[in-house]
Nanobody, 122 residues
Framework: QVQLVESGGGPVQAGGSLRLSCSISGYTYWKICMGWFRQAPGQEREGVAHIAADGRTNYASSVKGRFTISKDNDGSIMYLEMSELKPEDTATYYC?????????????????WGLGTQVTVS
């Protein structure tokens, strides 16, 4: 079955940088859409960035220009490069990928989710 595992979270000082990775396995095809979401305590989950099967990207306005989403050639690893981090970026970050039954965001049905990785900016 499809599995997603995030890594790379941790504490970081404001203004610093961090790179999150998401290892994706279990697909029998690789032209899929995928993305990153985050959820801070007491707040709703929000979409951070999305990368379509053809490589087009979308970003939340709050992170545009500071965060960059990318994936490796076969789509088995997705990254989120975060720079100029702010305390308000503190959240649990989740990677998600295409699958039936999930919420549609940026034209992608996010049916598969990782367990999340914590990012704390102070």
């Amino acid at each position: 079955q499809v599995q997603l595992v995030e890594s790379g979270g941790g504490p970081v000082q404001a203004g610093g940088s961090l790179r999150l990775s998401c290892s994706i396995s279990g697909y029998t095809y690789w032209k899929i859409c995928m993305g990153w979401f985050r959820q801070a305590p007491g707040q709703e989950r929000e979409g951070v960035a999305h990368i379509a099967a053809d490589g087009r990207t979308n970003y939340a306005s709050s992170v545009k220009g500071r965060f960059t989403i990318s994936k490796d050639n076969d789509g088995s690893i997705m990254y989120l490069e975060m720079s100029e981090l702010k305390p308000e970026d503190t959240a649990t970050y989740y990677c998600a990928s295409e699958g039936a039954g999930g919420p549609w965001v940026w034209g992608c049905p996010f049916g598969y989710w990782g367990l999340g990785t914590q990012v704390t900016v102070s």
